[in-house]
């Protein structure tokens, strides 16, 4: 679950608790203080721990991600939110929260299916890093990910970007990737996940590759990465 929030609002109590009660594996925060990148993770948090983090955020534009492991360790490397691009290696910092299931067979088996996606994402923004401002790009993103997985990136510039706005839900002035793990339903919808193969879920296969811009056509990859090419966070 990502919940993003401006300034100064409030999570209800009720909605942190219910959101630890189904997504317990880890928490993590993103925000921007003092024209700096900030973000904190814990896994297996207690409830004193998401009172903690949600209280940090407050004040800030920010996020709030709690973690449900369906690939990976639980450790903080897969916990979110992950660090696409890094400071002292590509100049600026660049932090991505990940809602869903990604159809990614992951290169070690410790590491999850966002973890394996984000060294996609770097082998691109490493070059071309201002493709997160672009909206053709986002939108390709969420047309490799599908309609059923979110992304939200953060940049240092106090600048949020969302992959696949019209799947998130706005409740009570917050954005939410789900409603379901605060105990919630909208309009009677379902908003449940969409698995892959191994939980029952059979996705429709479609060429993807046929209509990616350049920056994504890449002969090391059919879809999405195979194996991690590049530094471990």
């Known amino acids: 679950l990502i919940i993003r929030k401006g300034a100064g609002m409030k999570i209800p109590e009720d909605w942190l608790f219910n959101a630890n009660n189904t997504n317990d594996d880890a928490i993590g925060i993103m925000y921007v203080k003092d024209d700096t990148l900030r973000w904190r993770k814990k896994v297996s948090p207690k409830w004193t721990d998401v009172c903690e983090f949600a209280d940090e955020i407050e004040p800030y534009n920010s996020a709030i991600h709690f973690r449900m492991r369906t690939s990976g360790e639980n450790d903080l490397t897969c916990a ?18 990940h809602n869903g299931i990604l159809a990614v067979k992951p290169s070690d088996i410790s590491k999850s299916d966002t973890w394996e996606f984000c060294q996609f994402l770097r ?32 940049t240092e510039d ?45 996705s429709k296969e479609v060429d993807r590759l046929s209509y990616l811009p350049h ?16 530094e471990e966070e």
Do not use: C
């Open 80 to 97: 979110h939110p992950l660090r696409i691009l890094k400071r002292n290696k590509h100049g600026r910092n660049l932090l991505m929260m």
């Open 215 to 230: 920056y994504l056509k890449d002969d090391r990859y059919d879809y999405v990465p195979r194996k991690s090419i590049l």
């Open 123 to 154: 082998s691109i923004l490493s070059k071309e890093p201002d493709l997160i401002g672009d909206d053709s790009f986002l939108e390709t993103v969420g047309s490799i990910i599908g309609h059923a997985n979110k992304m939200l990136f953060l």
């Open 158 to 202: 106090m600048k949020f970007h969302v992959v696949n706005p019209s799947a998130w839900i706005e409740k009570d002035g917050l954005l939410l990737s789900n409603i379901y793990s605060i105990g919630s339903t909208l309009y009677g919808q379902d908003w449940g996940y969409s698995f892959p193969d191994k939980y029952g879920y059979q």
